[in-house]
């Protein structure tokens, strides 16, 4: 028989780095969650029960982090996968939004036909902050004419308030700091 120790809380498998990638940041470090088969399946279920009633066409992941969590969560609500990349990383013509980060800027891209007019886009990452990331992304597919069904985090830091800045966009986070 084998053994079927309880899977640690999410919380347990996430680690905190002081003062990267900046003095004064603490990381939030969601590798060992994602090496803990059983936790990583269990997040990405959770994911995919919350949201699958916002009825998503398609995931849109931004790099890298954010694949981790979209491409296996588009999996599981049976929808397709899109790939939000940093500049330059994408073969063919793009739409790209710039976004301020809590230390520093950043820019994504897309596939500018990845995304059709009127499709249903579920916005994934892994964590969500203050929420300049995901403005980005939303401006992003929304000069691609679609519709943000919602958003998903594995992570939400509460004290940044990064839900103030997504105003009527339904958003579900499974840990909360």
Do not use: W
Request: with cysteine.
């Amino acid at each position: 028989m084998a053994d079927t120790a309880p899977t640690p809380a999410f919380e347990d498998l996430i680690r905190d780095v002081p003062d990267f990638p900046k003095p004064g940041i603490i990381f939030k470090d969601i590798m060992p969650m994602l090496a803990d088969g059983p936790a990583f399946h269990a997040i990405v279920d959770e994911l995919a029960e919350k949201t699958r009633g916002f009825k998503p066409d398609l995931v849109l992941g931004a790099e890298a982090r954010g694949f981790m969590f979209g491409a296996p969560l588009a999996y599981a609500l049976g929808a397709g996968f899109v790939a939000a990349r940093k500049p330059g990383k994408l073969p063919y013509t793009t739409v790209s939004a710039k976004y301020a980060l809590e230390y520093g800027f950043d820019a994504l891209e897309v596939h500018i036909d990845a995304i059709k007019p009127g499709q249903r886009v579920l916005i994934c990452d892994d964590l969500l902050a203050t929420g300049g990331t995901c403005k980005a992304k939303i401006e992003l597919v929304e000069r691609l004419g679609v519709v943000v069904a919602g958003h998903a985090f594995a992570i939400e830091l509460d004290f940044l308030n990064g839900r103030d800045r997504l105003p009527g966009h339904e958003i579900v986070s499974l840990i909360h700091y």
